[in-house]
């Protein structure tokens, strides 16, 4: 019997994207007995990362015209969508950019698509649990009631590096950089030299003098690809960093990981991986990030690196 053909469309950032992932998981195993196939249409390099690491079986570009001209109506006394995209030729059709009542909705009641489910990917900022359960509830409302899906294997690497990502998509979600720098110069001091990913924000908000001396102190390479990303992820012993995107990719991909969260919502968006620790500041109504001491994050590290020897 062939595999369900499952298609889910999502337009968003790396962190909101592979948070994802649990859902991916949890299809796969409602539907173990025929087996799931999954497409996903979402921005092109978040697609291939996801099919190359195995998340999903095939992607397609939420960019192209065949699938952009379903935020359009249809014509009226048109009985067809807009497009006939092969992704909308499935068994289900998941979709987190429409509300059901859109003109993306209109294009997909016409579509081949043999059932369709909508959900909201980001839930008010009062919801009192994961994101990922919010996205299960609201497709368990839709008829679609899907278990919790396993985490990942947790990854051993214990001769690998311990990787620092000091970036995040806000300010207010960054770590002072000088502690960031400060932790790092600890860990080399005690032997632990770790490797610093940069990407292009960073190297424009700290400029060429603090990029020259990271080249003479550290190991560290520019985050380009995300399936490059991926691959240097997959081989880190452990991993440091803010409420970001590669944070969130390093804990769905088993990494041992350490998050830094200041105003955002752990409860919400902390990262599901097996091997996940959230550090916040001490006070319990501080959000600033300012306030989370660089001991209370080294001493953490050492306990993991501890562990995994």
């Not at 996903?40 to 099919?51: D, E, F, I, S």
Request: proline content about 8%; charged content about 20%.
């Amino acid at each position: 019997m062939p595999a369900i053909r499952i298609s889910v469309v999502h337009q968003a950032a790396l962190g909101d994207t592979v948070l994802l992932i649990p859902l991916f998981r949890s299809l796969r195993k409602h539907f173990e007995h025929d087996g799931a196939a999954i497409t996903m249409v979402t921005k092109a390099n978040l697609g291939q990362m996801l099919t190359m690491l195995g998340f999903v079986d095939g992607y397609a570009s939420a960019d192209d015209r065949e699938h952009t001209a379903w935020f359009v109506p249809p014509e009226e006394g048109s009985v067809g969508a807009n497009s006939a995209p092969v992704w909308a030729d499935c068994d289900l059709l998941i979709s987190a950019v429409s509300t059901g009542r859109d003109a993306w909705a209109a294009n997909a009641e016409r579509s081949p698509a043999r059932r369709r489910v909508y959900f909201n990917p980001r839930p008010d900022a009062e919801y009192p649990h994961h994101v990922t359960e919010f996205h299960r509830k609201q497709l368990a409302a839709a008829g679609l009631d899907l278990p919790a899906g396993p985490l990942p294997l947790p990854r051993s690497n214990p001769d690998g590096a311990i990787v620092i990502h000091p970036g995040s998509g806000g300010d207010a979600k960054c770590w002072p950089r000088e502690r960031f720098l400060g932790l790092a110069r600890a860990l080399k001091r005690l032997g632990y030299p770790p490797t610093l990913i940069l990407g292009e924000a960073e190297q424009e908000r700290w400029g060429n003098q603090i990029i020259d001396q990271l080249q003479q102190e550290f190991a560290w390479y520019l985050h380009m690809g995300l399936y490059e990303l991926a691959d240097r992820l997959s081989r880190a012993r452990l991993y440091l960093g803010n409420d970001s995107g590669v944070t969130h990719l390093a804990a769905a991909m088993g990494i041992p990981t350490v998050t830094l969260f200041g105003p955002s919502d752990d409860r919400q968006w902390a990262p599901v991986g097996p091997g996940v620790q959230v550090l916040r500041p001490a006070a319990p109504a501080s959000r600033d990030l300012q306030a989370l001491e660089e001991e209370t994050v080294l001493h953490t590290l050492l306990a993991d690196l501890r562990r995994i020897h």
